[in-house]
């Protein structure tokens, strides 16, 4: 059996078809928290969907990154809920907090931030989801404590 | 009798602190080991706007706490648990029968939510013990395929995703298409923002939309069954698989199943976030494994589906309605609603409605009645001014058209769609512009980008939009919207391109001289688009913490420490800091 680096061989073994891509980019992705380059080789491999076939998919789904994220993902849910309750005034804040401008994540490599279509947590909007914590209702305040608290966390262990 | 308690655990619950209280709701009944208790968890009863939610049920009475937090447990574990005297002061229900909040379940009609809030969603025992799968048994050992179909045609049952199709109709298809590999699909891809109901029915019932997927299958003749569920909610994910797994276990699902030779098989597949994968047929390419573009039909799904096969993709909603008219006859389904629209509709009411969550109500109640007498009105009580129905494919519907009942032509009539269920209530303070622009940049974002009407044709509107909000808008402006929507209806091929206007233009139909105002006077009604209006300070309230002052980012106010400050309109870039920094509430918009 080929030995591969980013997926088990007992996956690889079950995972013979097109239809297998985007589970076995999942795994990848859960795992390492994006998807290298040679990680697409040997999906390529495994299903035998061409490469470029494989990396159009990777940029066509929101949930595939090709960089590595920060420890801390956080999302900020843009969805109407939120947005009628004045999420971009935390994202505002969030970005200028942690000193966003041209990427998305911080220097430290701590977080990664961005905006999301909807959560699904409407009635407590605005949201976000810092990993899979949820933390809902928030104020500018809250946001400025939460992102001061996962900071210390982060630095601490 | 040993008491019950119940936490409600659903993602609502949990970020506003659920875990914490049963966690120490543990620690209680570890300190009183003597006294007999059991400690359950549930899914969402709909009552997000109070939670986290514990229920104490003595056996005889049950007692609904709201707005629970660690020390109030305690003193509730106290009085209530260990002394029998319910804490009046934070119980909201009495026997889901009476209490302060009684109003918010007085019209609802639940059907899909039938079980949510009242059993434990990873336990099949709940399950049964309300007559679940009981529908598949007596489908598998008293009906034919063809009499599922007849009793799910005669309910008048249409598909709770939006399109409103008859379930019935579709079942029919799917079950005459030649073959014998066929498949179901249960689309949990719910991608309208501010929709929630696929959610909290998955979360906290799957497996009444498990039973729903079994039914199905038996009446077309399939033997596979996916259900598609987006990956942002891991909860829901977490509980399928669990559900299956359990129903493997005991020969429930699977091979042979209930001793029948009826066989099925459920996968869980999870979307990558794609918008456009709600739709069918783009749907069916996301399980294929490829990019998520929708295809030209027909071919309808039910003639060539997943892996080129007869599919049946019905929405969670649709799904979780059938075991119960399979138990309960299509007439008893039929007799709640309208003429053509049959049954119930779970609605997630968000924005700005006192009470915000989960509802199901039964059709042909009006919006009114939903926002009024379920929702309590308007968050302090400021003016109704409309809501959004059917997100970012759906409308706007004024107040002045608030006795409108939920039917799906009614609704239709107004330029609105039922939608998926998604219902943002908005007031005085919403910009229809805004809200309008807020949905086209959602709809320009999600465009697969095939048809290059929705591809550029939304962009281009877009771009408009954000013209109009940001005070540059053009009088001929409305004129262009109006002459590339319609464009865009007609040339794109999916549902995404085909309703993506209608937002737009329903605000435009309702809404027009807020268009007109931003446009012409330079000036938003609402008081809410920030490059329109002027950033103030209230002497009244503020208090010279000089928190403002310092955040500025072009030095604008200026003020003595302890004294009230003052904005210098002129350097004001209206970025709308100050008015997030101040901790008194004394920067205001006019």
Same mark, same amino acid.
């Not at chain 1, 970005?95 to 909807?118: H, M, P, R, Y």
């Given at each position: ?10 996956? +690889? /073994?079950? &995972?013979?078809?097109?239809?297998? #891509?985007?589970?076995?980019? %999942? ?5 390492? $928290? ?14 035998? +969907? /061409?490469? &470029?076939?494989?990396?159009?998919? #990777?940029?066509?789904?929101? %949930? ?5 994220? $920060? ?87 | ?590």
């Amino acid at each position: 059996m080929v030995h591969y680096k980013y997926i088990e061989g007992n996956i +690889a /073994a079950q &995972s013979g078809s097109q239809g297998q #891509v985007i589970p076995l980019l %999942q795994t990848v992705q859960e795992k390492h $928290g994006y998807v290298p380059e040679d990680a697409i080789r040997e999906i390529s491999d495994i299903t035998r +969907a /061409a490469v &470029s076939d494989i990396f159009s998919v #990777v940029t066509f789904y929101k %949930q595939f990154r090709l960089r590595p994220p $920060g420890k801390y993902l956080v999302r900020l849910c843009d969805g109407t809920a939120c947005h009628v309750n004045d999420s971009k005034t935390l994202l505002d804040l969030i970005t200028d907090e942690l000193k966003l401008e041209s990427s998305d994540t911080t220097e430290d490599g701590l977080f990664t931030v961005e905006t999301v279509a909807c959560l699904g947590c409407c009635s407590i909007g605005p949201v976000i989801m810092v990993n899979e914590e949820v933390h809902g209702k928030l104020t500018p305040k809250i946001v400025k404590r939460l992102l001061k608290e996962y900071h210390k966390k982060g630095n601490g262990d | 009798m040993a008491k019950t308690i119940t936490v409600g655990m659903a993602t609502c619950g949990v970020s506003a602190g659920a875990e914490k209280v049963l966690g120490s709701l543990k620690s209680l009944a570890d300190v009183h080991k003597h006294i007999p208790l059991n400690i359950g968890t549930t899914g969402c009863i709909g009552m997000c706007y109070r939670e986290p939610l514990v229920e104490i049920n003595d056996g005889t009475h049950r007692y609904l706490y709201a707005d629970v937090t660690e020390e109030k447990l305690k003193s509730i574990f106290e009085n209530h648990v260990l002394g029998n005297t319910p804490v009046d002061e934070w119980l909201i229900l009495r026997d889901y029968q009476s209490g302060t909040e009684f109003d918010f379940l007085r019209k609802q009609a639940k059907i899909v939510l039938r079980n949510c809030g009242f059993i434990d969603p990873d336990s099949l025992d709940d399950y049964i013990a309300r007559d679940g799968y009981q529908a598949i048994k007596k489908a598998l050992t008293e009906m034919t395929p063809e009499e599922v179909i007849e009793v799910i045609t005669k309910s008048g049952l249409r598909g709770r995703g939006g399109g409103g199709f008859p379930t019935g109709m579709k079942w029919k298809f799917a079950r005459q298409s030649p073959g014998t590999d066929k498949y179901v699909i249960c689309n949990a891809d719910e991608g309208d923002p501010g929709a929630f109901m696929d959610r909290s029915a998955l979360e906290g019932d799957p497996h009444s939309v498990l039973e729903g997927m079994m039914i199905c299958g038996y009446a077309i003749g399939a033997s596979h069954g996916y259900v598609y569920c987006r990956a942002e909610y891991p909860m829901a994910v977490r509980r399928l698989k669990h559900s299956i797994k359990v129903l493997e276990g005991k020969n429930m699902l699977g091979d042979n199943m209930f001793g029948t030779n009826f066989s099925f098989h459920v996968k869980v597949k999870e979307g990558a976030g794609a918008f456009v994968c709600g739709e069918e047929t783009a749907l069916i390419s996301s399980i294929e494994g490829k990019r998520g573009t929708p295809k030209v039909r027909p071919p309808y799904p039910a003639v060539r589906g997943l892996w080129g096969k007869p599919t049946n993709i019905n929405n969670v909603e649709t799904f979780a309605n059938v075991p119960w008219i399979v138990l309960n006859g299509g007439e008893k389904f039929a007799a709640m609603g309208t003429e053509k629209s049959k049954g119930s509709k779970v609605f997630a009411i968000a924005g700005k409605a006192k009470r915000t969550g989960l509802v199901e109500v039964p059709m042909g109640i009006s919006i009114k009645e939903i926002v009024f007498d379920v929702c309590g009105g308007i968050k302090g009580d400021r003016k109704f001014k409309a809501v959004q129905m059917g997100g970012p494919s759906g409308g706007c519907i004024p107040s002045s058209h608030a006795d409108t009942k939920i039917d799906y032509e009614e609704i239709m009539k107004l330029g609105a769609i039922m939608g998926s269920g998604g219902m943002i209530v908005m007031d005085e303070t919403t910009c229809m512009v805004e809200m309008a622009r807020f949905f086209l940049q959602f709809t320009q974002n999600e465009s697969c980008g095939k048809c290059t009407s929705c591809r550029i044709g939304t962009l281009r509107m877009l771009e408009i939009l954000e013209r109009i909000v940001a005070g540059e808008g053009r009088e001929e402006d409305i004129a262009t919207l109006e002459h590339l929507s319609g464009y865009i209806k007609q040339a794109s091929s999916c549902g995404l391109g085909l309703t993506a206007p209608n937002p737009v233009l329903t605000t435009l139909k309702y809404f027009r001289e807020e268009y007109e105002s931003h446009i012409r006077d330079k000036r938003c009604l609402s008081h809410s688009c920030p490059a329109l209006v002027q950033f103030l300070i209230n002497p009244d309230k503020c208090t010279g913490c000089t928190l403002c002052a310092k955040g500025c980012p072009s030095k604008a106010i200026t003020g003595e420490k302890k004294k009230p400050h003052l904005i210098n309109q002129d350097l004001c870039i209206k970025c709308g800091k100050c008015h997030t920094t101040c901790n008194f509430d004394a920067i205001y918009k006019d």
